[in-house]
């Protein structure tokens, strides 16, 4: 699964996106250690304030299958002019399963002409996590 494959699942995801309300459709791919893939897609609501985001669909997912570690790195596609960022409740959804795991994935935020890398940790510097509350 090269990086290029990653954002392939992450563009494909965005196919499932539920969005009527926003027309914004977003899809997330995370990769695993073990080379695994888990993907997400944004699903909105009636009550517009319940949206979910991609990646927190995503982590869900990959969690709600007994997952808690290994993540190395995510894609996330929009329909955008620009390079897409995970929101930041978002990047604490992500901080949570990436600091279960001891990881410090790449974030691959991905615009129609390029692809933005930058690590979670400095989307997110000064994370409080897991290991806060120990
Ligand atoms: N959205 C995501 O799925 N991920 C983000 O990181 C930012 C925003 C979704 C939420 C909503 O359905 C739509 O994009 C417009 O905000």
Redesign the pocket.
Known sequence: MTDHDLIDAARAAAGH?Y?P????????ALRFADGSVVT?????NASYGL???????AVSKAMSDGVRSGLVAVA?T?PGADP????G???QVLNELAQLGGTDPEILCVGPDEVTRILLSQLLPHAFGPASLA
Request: include cysteine; proline fraction near 3%.
């Open positions: 996106s969005s309300y926003s027309g914004f459709a977003v899809g997330a997400g897609t944004n699903i909105e949206a979910l985001c991609a990646e927190t669909v996330v929009g897409i960022t995970p929101c409740r978002c990047r």
